[in-house]
């Protein structure tokens, strides 16, 4: 079978089946004088489910913090929405049904609610009910909800949530085939941070593969073997020597620069968010940090971090990079990034387009006072720059950039070391920043694009929507020519400017940018490698002479094309 590569690797491994979130619950009722006794079971599975998840939720650590622990936020705000519980308690009291059966009728009334949803967005959310159903469930049948795993087990599903992932790779689940999903969503992301095969938008998995098969899952090609014959097995056990073989060389590159094939050098840094991430960036020889996310200090509590603690946090990440430039990012909640203390707005009818990123900061000066002061008392410990998010218009950098002058003065009247300059950048993640760059560019000292929001907000796609898969993609003419329009601005007001989305860490698109005249790049450590090798492979100036091609595609297969003849030129 055929699907998509998500996240790279191969495995062997026995299939494991898990079926759609359908509850096949036979209609049960209860006897009148049980139904208090059917509650109680129904809360004390909801009380269960909620601590596990919060079980789950205090063993994460580093990148899962962010990733996994905003689903396991959300799935825990479910479990206590009045509208599922209520309902689930009036079909056991009115209809005398079983807990099982009720929790199923409920299910499916929420179900053909989210079906006539307009909003693809909070259509797409019923996956997210489902697995909190599931949960209840589960401890309803007093059994482990089937997200458990067994080692050397490959998970043939319908989709996968990021929650899950962490669990299952530690259970021994050595890949995933899902019908779903897309190679940007954020389960996606999360599995090659794991190192953990996945591939996705495989149609027929639960159709023809049966419980128990033997799969071989490529997460390269998105190659699926069933049953594999003697001969793929030996096709599998080459591939598993040429991948031992590469991550050889791939170790041989980490004291090499960063060079192109005609002598230029390009810039690599790193995407960090906790102090392993921190550390590999340094051991792998990143140039500095190019994004060092602050969200993880607010996400996984019930209070405010003090201005000392974060000055603390990003003080040890400074001398951590020892002496190399370190690019922290503001606080970027909001959205789908919602925090326990109340800072974020809940009740946002479009968070994704509310109060996030810098117009969080501006909205709560005395939160962004605490964070730029800790910064700013960092940066008397090497070289440190201020990145602000969603960035959309003049204003919003003109006031930050008069907040951090007057925080500097202050903090040099208490008799704080702090360094002389902290430059100010800007995101480029909103259409209007990138289009309208020209008007504010001469007001920040450096520019990152972050390409995960841009494709995004320019495309009007949803990244984790699984029905846009296909439609959410870089490889798109108008977000090729939006990065060259940032690009051509930033030189020539000479700007630096990175891009530090997901695309900066796959080595397929290294010659795109560079055809697009970048030359500074910011990724997760665990790509650094790969994208230095995509890059000594690279001949820039071909790529750039090629460069007016690329632009003139006028589809994704023009893209795709250009990227084919681009890795032949560099083979």
């Known amino acids: 079978m055929q699907g998509h590569g998500a996240s790279r690797g191969i495995a062997l491994g026995r299939a494991r089946l898990r079926l759609p979130h359908v509850l096949e619950v036979a209609e049960q009722r209860v006897a009148a004088h049980a139904v208090e006794q059917e509650l109680e079971r129904l809360h004390r599975a909801v009380d269960a489910a909620r601590d596990e998840m919060h079980a789950l939720r205090t063993r994460l650590q580093g990148a899962m913090v962010r990733e996994v622990g905003e689903f396991l936020d959300l799935h825990a705000l479910l479990l206590d929405d009045p509208e599922l519980l209520f309902g689930v308690d009036e079909l056991i009291r009115n209809g005398r049904y079983s807990a099982d059966y009720a929790l199923r009728l409920q299910r499916d009334r929420l179900a053909a609610v989210f079906d006539g949803m307009e909003d693809a967005y909070l259509k797409s959310r019923m996956d997210d ?76 998995a639960l159709h023809r593969i049966n419980d128990g098969d033997a799969l071989i899952v490529d997460g390269s090609s998105g190659e699926i073997i069933v049953e594999p014959t003697a001969a793929d097995l030996r096709g599998y056990h080459e591939r598993l020597r040429a991948l031992a073989r590469e991550q050889r060389e791939l170790g041989r590159l980490r004291g090499k620069p960063s060079r192109t094939r005609d002598g230029h050098d390009i810039t690599l840094l790193a995407n960090a968010e906790s102090a392993d991430d921190v550390a590999q960036a340094h051991a792998l020889g990143a140039a500095g940090l190019g994004l060092y996310r602050t969200e993880f200090l607010f996400l996984q509590r019930n209070e405010l971090p003090s201005e000392e603690e974060q000055f603390q946090v990003y003080r040890d990440t400074v001398l951590g990079m020892s002496g190399r430039p370190v690019t922290i990012r503001t606080l970027d909640l909001g959205a789908d990034k919602a925090d326990r203390t109340g800072l974020v707005l809940g009740d946002e009818d479009n968070p994704a387009l509310g109060l996030r990123g ?180 690279s001949h820039l100036g071909a790529l750039t002479m090629s460069s007016s091609r690329l632009l003139r595609a006028r589809d994704r297969k023009g893209i795709e094309k250009w990227l084919a003849s681009a890795a032949e030129a560099d083979a």
Do not use: W
Not at 421 to 433: C, F, K, N, R, S
């Open 129 to 204: 009910l489902d697995h909190v159903i599931g949960r209840i469930h589960a401890f309803l049948q007093k059994r482990t909800l089937d997200v458990a795993g067994v080692a050397g087990e490959i998970l043939v599903c319908d989709n996968v949530a990021p929650s899950e992932l962490a669990q299952l790779q530690s259970q021994g689940v050595v890949g995933i085939v899902s019908v779903a999903g897309s190679a940007l969503s954020h389960s996606a992301i999360l599995a090659r941070s794991l190192h953990l095969p996945l591939v996705v938008g495989t149609a027929e």
């Open 358 to 537: 810098v117009r969080l900061s501006l909205a709560r000066p005395e939160v962004a006072d605490a964070q730029l002061r800790a910064i700013l008392r960092a940066s008397g410990y090497g070289p440190v720059r201020v990145l602000v998010p969603m960035v959309s218009c003049r204003e919003e950098i003109v006031l930050l950039r008069r907040q951090l002058k007057r925080l500097a003065t202050r903090l040099r009247a208490e008799g704080h070391a702090i360094a002389e300059d902290v430059p100010l950048g800007a995101m480029i993640e909103v259409p209007a920043a990138a289009i309208g760059l020209e008007a504010f560019i001469d007001d920040v000292d450096f520019l990152s694009i972050g390409t995960n929001d841009l494709v995004q907000y320019l495309l009007a796609a949803d990244r984790n929507h699984e029905a846009l898969g296909e439609l959410y993609s870089p490889l798109h003419p108008a977000v090729l020519r939006l990065l060259r329009h940032v690009i051509a601005t930033a030189q020539a007001h000479d700007t630096p400017v990175a891009v530090c989305g997901e695309i900066a860490g796959d080595p397929r698109f290294v010659p795109m940018l560079l055809s697009l005249g970048l030359t500074e790049l910011s990724l997760h450590p665990a790509t650094l490698l790969e994208v230095r090798r995509a890059i000594r492979a």
